[in-house]
């Protein structure tokens, strides 16, 4: 190998890619390139490290009291942390004969101490060290979109009148400023008068323009704050289907946000989706406008967009149009009698693509079950035609089972918790993830409260609902550091069973044990951390975890050419290092997580 060759492959290595150029011409006549044969332990807890070793060719083991840890090959580095700490738990054994440089201890720990970046690699933490190598990922292709700010973008000043003051003023008032809206000041509250309260209030209703403008103002105002994202900002315009933000700072109105300068700032087409949503009448027309979501998600993650808000935003559209869907099959004489829930990812507020349908109705007591039936066949195959699956479970508003007045949940919720076999845990699992997206949201409240307060003292029940966390094994420790499938899997792994599945319904029980009404896993987690359960490092780590499992399942979903259960299987062979760097270190938290459910509910004594 040239000694341009080797610069180029050291270069190309993160983190000695770095360093300058002249660092890296250095560091070369420092280095030795050495050769192993197979068998050779390198490092060992009685075999102390004397290099950083960076493999050319072959491959390397890792062990721990004989049990395989970790793969290395080429391109990958070990073992900084023997260096650095002075001792190791490991062996490093050569698997396969090995031709790779060495850079002597001494040269290595002053370039630790050189330079802040190479060292901030080998010393941060567990978060750091994921939040730096995810922003490396996107380094070449990440946008203003996730950094900026609402204080960045411009904001209208705000038109303040008294709630006393008449329209025709307030209007005059409002020419004056050039504002786009008056806010309304009545007493405590302050309310927005917009077009569409003119139009509606004032033209169409025939009203005085002499009259207090407080008569035809909207309250409860939809705000933001100054300091925060203006991703969040367009996940409110979504959730909401408003044209403008109230910006506030300590409490206190400082502008309005307009959605046409949000738009024009980040130029995506997520308003055009939720605004063709919100005027389809027809289920053609539906279909049309959620075309181009899976290239809103595709454009949202190549820009460096976290999953999770990924995911909160398609939640939104998705919740649009199951809204639809039911206003345009629900007659409105109907609508305040019932609730139309959503269960599983699209409950959690964490679906991504489209899945099965996971649905279900909870009718207000009195109502007539049979009123609704004929509505929800039509609801169901209105949604099969949008391209959301059936459930192969049959959770679906279709399904009786899943329609049930107040007092028909209670009953259910009854005997799901009375009853330990699968079905029963199973019912009760999907029902808290709820959430409402049409109708009477108190009705659903009103069963997760009945169902909170049956489960005092209930321990034997959780321990069994969460036993199933540990249904499947963390696929960590075999050939390149993963357990691979079987058959047709056999290069792969299961991402969902390995590592997601066991965070989601882990947190989902905990969330249960302790009342949090939140749905969204990692506002579970957080409302977990407030309580105490977890310490605020443990918490961060596994939302960062969490945050790892998703996106890289994000990223084979969308190279599937259709939508399918494929995307839950990993090639690891297909990863970057740093994406692999990434899934090891997190299902290791996923296992830490698991050990601290065994623990917190005795599950080594359920049988």
């Keep these: ?64 009291e004989g049990e395989l840890q970790n793969v290395y090959g080429e391109r990958d580095s070990f073992d900084a942390n023997s260096l650095i700490y002075g001792n190791t738990q490991s062996t490093f054994s050569v698997a396969e004969d090995l031709i790779c440089y060495e850079l002597p201890k001494e040269s290595f720990l002053n370039l630790l101490q050189d330079v802040e970046s190479f060292q901030n690699y080998f ?78 209030k004032v033209l169409l209703a025939d009203k005085n323009s002499d009259d207090p403008i407080h008569e035809i103002a909207t309250y409860g105002l939809i705000t933001i704050e100054r300091s925060d994202f203006l991703f969040n900002a367009l996940l409110l315009f979504t959730k909401y289907g408003v044209k403008r933000l109230v910006v506030v700072e300590s409490n206190r109105i400082v502008g309005i946000l307009e959605q046409l300068d949000l738009l024009s700032h980040f130029a995506n087409h997520t308003h055009l989706i939720a605004a063709s949503v919100e005027r389809s009448t027809t289920i053609d027309e539906l279909q049309s406008a959620q075309r181009s979501l899976t290239h809103l998600v595709r454009s949202l993650t190549t820009k460096g967009v976290q999953v999770r808000y990924v995911s909160k935003l398609v939640s939104e559209l998705n919740a649009k149009v199951y809204r639809k869907v039911f206003e345009m099959v629900v007659p409105p004489s109907l609508h305040d009698g019932c609730a139309l829930i959503v269960m599983g990812s699209e409950g959690r507020g964490e679906q991504i693509l489209r899945t099965d349908q996971d649905n279900g109705l909870i009718l207000r007591d009195g109502e007539e079950e049979g009123a609704y039936a004929p509505y929800m066949e039509k609801f169901s195959a209105y949604l099969l035609q949008l391209g959301f699956p059936k459930c192969n479970g049959n959770v679906m508003v279709s399904n009786p089972y899943w329609r049930h007045t107040v007092a028909g949940y209670k009953k259910l919720i009854s005997g799901w918790i009375d009853t330990f076999n699968e079905e029963a845990l199973m019912g009760l699992s999907i029902f808290l993830d709820a959430q409402c997206v049409a109708g009477d949201a108190n009705l659903l409240t009103e069963c997760r409260d009945y169902l909170f307060e049956n489960f005092e003292g209930r321990s034997d029940v959780l321990a069994h609902l969460a036993k199933s966390a540990l249904a499947f094994e963390t696929p960590l420790s075999l050939i390149g550091g993963f357990v691979l499938g079987r058959a047709e899997h056999e290069s792969e792994f299961d991402i969902k069973k390995g590592g997601i599945f066991a965070v989601v319904h882990g947190i989902r029980i905990l969330a249960l044990e302790h009342k949090i009404g939140a749905t969204n896993t990692i506002e579970r987690i957080k409302e977990l951390n407030n309580l105490g359960l977890f ?73």
């Design 123 to 200: 010393m941060q933490d567990f978060i750091t060290k994921h939040q730096h190598l995810k922003e490396r990922q996107h380094q070449n292709e990440l946008t203003p979109f996730m950094v900026s700010r609402v204080d960045e973008i411009y904001l209208h000043a705000p038109c303040f009148v008294e709630g006393s003051l008449s329209i025709k003023a307030s209007l005059r008032q409002m020419s004056d400023q050039n504002a786009k809206v008056i806010l309304v000041r009545k007493g405590e509250e302050i309310g927005i008068v917009t077009d569409t309260n003119l139009r509606e």
């Design 1 to 64: 190998m040239s000694l341009f060759d080797q610069k180029a492959l050291l270069m190309s290595i993160h983190p000695f890619d770095l360093l300058g150029e002249r660092m890296i011409e250095k560091l070369m006549t420092q280095m030795d390139i050495a050769y192993y044969p197979k068998e050779t332990v390198l490092i060992a807890p009685r075999v102390r490290a004397e290099s950083l070793y960076i493999i050319i060719k072959g491959f390397v083991n890792e062990t721990i």
């Design 535 to 607: 310490d605020k490092q443990f918490a961060s780590e596994l939302i960062e975890a969490y945050d790892t499992l998703l996106s890289i399942r994000l990223r084979f979903i969308l190279e599937q050419k259709q939508e399918s259960d494929k995307g839950n299987y990993v090639n690891p062979k297909l990863l970057s290092k740093a994406e692999r760097d990434l899934l090891k270190d997190a299902f290791k938290i996923v296992n830490t997580f698991k050990k601290f459910l065994t623990y917190h509910f005795h599950l080594g004594m359920v049988v």
